[in-house]
């Protein structure tokens, strides 16, 4: 079956260092990937996109990798603040295979930055 | 715009009511999605509509029902509450030409089944 996993447990990054969110899958091959941040209490938001054939995309201090080969995508915050703690949430997009399977949305890793 | 809209936030019913959990978008997306978040497990789709007039089930339908009359609304319908319904609940529209390119995301609902 379909499975993507994200680091489970929070990670405490230091303020002004560069955050790395991990986001692995097997048995799937997603035509894009995307990634979404999520506040308590609030909806996702999303923040960045990557299609299969790109291999980084970058916007203001994030950056986003994607491995198809590996089957893995990184998330990068440099220069990470304090209001940057979160949930961040990877998404895999398999539209360009056709039909309608929908994202498929990781549980998510909470980010802590920590003044 | 007030982008992705949801009622009511909070809502509590018991085992068998039915009740709509309302979503809007003002921003003329065509592509509309309910999602449902658990605790310890990814967003999960319901139902999705590509369009007024045309639904589709995604993950997790059974227990739900839904509509598409307009552009703008897309509503939810809880047809007899269970506890396994206990969840919140997130409206998402997206216009980038496919279904399920960037989300936007309302909210959310919060709903507990006793």
């Known amino acids: 079956s379909q499975k993507i996993e994200q680091n489970s447990e929070a990670l405490n990054i230091q303020e002004g260092k560069t955050a790395t969110l991990t986001c692995n899958y097997t048995?799937?091959?997603?035509?894009?990937l995307q990634w979404y941040r999520q506040d308590p209490g609030r909806g996702p938001v999303f923040l960045l996109l990557?299609?299969?054939?790109?291999k980084e995309k970058r916007k203001e201090r994030l950056k986003v990798t994607f491995d198809t080969t590996l089957k893995q995508s990184l998330f990068h915050i440099t220069a990470s603040q304090p209001a940057d703690s979160a949930t961040y949430l990877c998404?895999?997009?398999?539209?360009?295979?056709?039909?309608?399977?929908?994202?498929?949305f990781g549980k998510g890793t909470h980010l802590i930055i920590q003044p | 715009n007030a982008g992705v809209t949801q009622t009511p936030k909070f809502q509590v019913l018991k085992t068998g009511q039915s009740m709509t959990l309302q979503c809007a978008q003002d921003?003329?997306?065509?592509?509309m999605s309910w999602y449902r978040q658990d605790p310890g497990m990814g967003l999960r789709l319901i139902h999705y509509?590509?369009?007024?007039?045309?639904?589709d089930q995604g993950e997790v339908p059974n227990g739900y029902n839904v509509s598409r009359s307009t552009t703008e609304d897309f509503p939810l319908r809880l047809l007899s509450a269970a506890p396994s319904q206990t969840s919140v609940y997130f409206c998402?529209?997206?216009?980038?030409?496919?279904?399920?390119?960037?989300?936007?995301f309302g909210p959310g609902t919060r709903l507990t089944v006793t």
């Open positions: 998402a529209s997206s216009h980038s030409g496919r279904a399920f390119g960037e989300q936007y």
């Open positions: 048995n799937y091959s997603p035509a894009y």
């Open positions: 990557i299609r299969e054939n790109e």
């Open positions: 998404a895999l997009d398999p539209s360009s295979r056709g039909g309608a399977d929908g994202l498929t």
């Open positions: 921003m003329n997306h065509e592509y």
């Open positions: 509509s590509v369009g007024a007039g045309i639904t």
